[in-house]
T-cell receptor
Framework: AQKVTQAQTEISVVEKEDVTLDCVYE???????LFWYKQPPSGELVFLIR??????QNEISGRYSWNFQKSTSSFNFTITASQVVDSAVYFC????????????FGTGTKLQVIP | ETGVTQSPTHLIKTRGQQVTLRCSSQ?????VSWYQQALGQGPQFIFQ???????GRGNFPPRFSGLQFPNYSSELNVNALELDDSALYLC??????????????FGPGTRLTVL
């Protein structure tokens, strides 16, 4: 069975601070995909990144960066110089690589960036 | 904009009633998944349809059913509504990418309230 744990329920930071959202996952699959999604108050899930389990390179996209460590089954997400527009709920998710690729989501971390 | 639309935006029903939620995908997206997101929780996988047939199902009872049509639209039907069915229902359509993994695009969701 697959499981995604986001231990941080809510985080508040002051604008321009850096913030890291933690994600720990469990899976028996050797090949899988990891995701981060952003859900603003409007409700729509916005895709941020997908990572293949074979690719442990960290990735940076503007103010966003992701640290994938297979040894600790973690896929953490860092926002540098946070902005008010970053306020949202962030979900980490995991999908199998084969079959119908069911996606398992964590419970989300609500990020509030205070001006 | 993901190109995935859902209707209605909001819906109020009473316990025991039946409801149909609709999703319209992008052309060429032959796979659609439905998720239930209870308040404060991550989305939970309900089922997936591929080429008009169900090919994967989460831990939801048979009163949750679906249809997928050739025009890339789909429906989620819920019979005998219960109070716990109150949630945001998300539709996600997929298109195959070059690596063989389906990129998933979410709609804005339908907020169902059962009284």
């Amino acid at each position: 069975a697959q499981k995604v744990t986001q231990a941080q329920t809510e985080i508040s930071v002051v604008e321009k601070e850096d913030v890291t959202l933690d994600c720990v996952y469990e899976t028996r699959d050797t090949t899988y995909y990891l995701f981060w999604y952003k859900q603003p108050p409007s409700g729509e899930l916005v895709f941020l990144i997908r990572r293949n389990s074979f690719d442990e390179q960290n990735e940076i996209s503007g103010r966003y960066s992701w640290n994938f460590q297979k040894s600790t089954s973690s896929f953490n997400f860092t926002i540098t110089a946070s902005q008010v527009v970053d306020s949202a709920v962030y979900f980490c998710a995991l999908s199998e690589a084969g079959g119908y690729q069911k996606v398992t989501f964590g419970t989300g971390t609500k990020l509030q960036v205070i001006p | 904009e993901t190109g995935v639309t859902q209707s209605p935006t909001h819906l109020i029903k009473t316990r025991g009633q039946q409801v149909t939620l609709r999703c319209s995908s992008q052309s060429g997206h032959n796979t659609v998944s439905w998720y239930q997101q209870a308040l404060g929780q991550g989305p939970q996988f309900i089922f997936q349809y591929y080429r008009e047939e169900e090919n994967g199902r989460g831990n939801f009872p048979p009163r949750f059913s679906g249809l997928q049509f050739p025009n890339y639209s789909s429906e989620l039907n819920v019979n005998a509504l219960e109070l716990d069915d109150s949630a945001l229902y998300l539709c996600a359509s997929k298109s195959p990418d070059r690596n063989g993994h389906n990129e998933q695009f979410f709609g804005p969701g339908t907020r169902l309230t059962v009284l």
